[in-house]
Nanobody, 127 residues
């Protein structure tokens, strides 16, 4: 069993930065590919970023965040990060991390495709 806990959300002005963290319990963190999703009020869940299992040498981003967000992982701390720069009001959402055991690029947003989900952290970007 793996538990995921997100942190680092908050209120920031447009153009600012935030770093989200997702801390995982358990001893098998490095076995999981890690993902970030977001969901704004009244909108569907949206894929944000993905980092591969083990070394995390492969990353993938949605077009809406590419070049502004960076996903990384520290297996010694059982934590995945999402560095968010040049934030825009449209980035406002609840951000969730999720874990799965698949290799390759996956961007589907069906909760059933992922083994574990966190509870989310709110990010609000003011204009």
């Amino acid at each position: 069993q793996v538990q995921l806990v997100e942190s680092g959300g908050g209120l920031v002005q447009a153009g600012g930065s935030l770093r989200l963290s997702c801390a995982a319990s358990g001893r098998t963190f490095s076995s999981y590919a890690m993902n970030w999703f977001r969901q704004a009020p009244g909108k569907e869940r949206e894929f944000v970023a993905r980092i591969s299992r083990r070394s995390g040498d492969s990353t993938y981003y949605s077009d809406s965040v590419k070049g502004r967000f960076t996903i990384s992982r520290d297996n010694t701390k059982n934590t995945v990060y999402l560095q968010m720069n040049t934030l825009k009001p449209e980035d406002t959402a609840v951000y969730y991390c999720a874990a799965d055991l698949r290799s390759g690029i996956y961007t589907d947003t069906d909760r059933r495709s992922y083994d574990y989900w966190g509870q989310g952290t709110q990010v609000t970007v003011s204009s």
